[in-house]
């Protein structure tokens, strides 16, 4: 790569090769995993390849580069599965009374949950109580709050930002 990068027209020949074939084996690999068809595999290689080739200034060359790769390669895979609508599910169904925990139960994730939202001003907490927990639109909540959608959008944003941070102290 490094001297493909400085204009050898033939490393980077060699360079291509040599990662097509290490990428054949990783998405099939991975497509077999995801109890997808191995026959788009050169579909996601030749996806990545792109993106390498046009992303290769990008490349630290201080740092391996299969990492690098492997972080393109996953992504054009991840993509590729959207495309065709592969999704996880996990019913939960049969799990319901195992997971659920009383409303008003002093102790647990509803009771953090409660806390870190008293944390946050009243504003920001109506806008995650609307947005998060009742799940309407921003456009609602903005309505509701005499606020433009894109400043409901910013502020859930602060807010979330908020209560990660407030979890991370509370768990350290």
């Known amino acids: 790569m490094r ?11 060699r360079l291509l090769m040599q990662v097509a074939t290490w990428l054949r084996g990783i998405t099939r ?4 995993a995801a109890g997808r068809r191995v026959d788009d595999s050169e579909d996601i290689v030749q996806e990545t390849l792109l993106a390498m ?9 201080t740092q391996p580069l299969e990492p690098w ?4 390669a996953r992504h054009k895979l991840v993509d590729h599965l959207r495309r065709r609508g592969v999704t996880d599910h996990v019913d939960i169904e049969d799990l319901s009374e195992t997971l659920a925990a009383p409303a008003n139960d002093p102790v647990g994730p509803a009771a953090d949950a409660r806390r870190l939202l008293a944390g946050l001003p009243e504003r920001q907490r109506r806008i995650v109580e609307g947005v998060s927990l009742d799940g309407q639109s921003a456009q609602e909540v903005g309505a509701r709050l005499g606020m433009s959608e894109g400043a409901v959008r910013v502020t859930l944003h602060r807010a979330l930002k908020a209560l990660a941070a407030a979890y991370r102290r509370d768990r350290s």
């Open 29 to 32: 690999r991975s497509l077999a």
């Open 3 to 13: 001297a493909a990068r400085l204009g050898d027209d033939a490393a980077y020949r």
């Open 53 to 61: 080739h046009l992303k290769r200034d990008t490349w630290d060359e």
């Open 69 to 72: 790769l492997r972080a393109i």
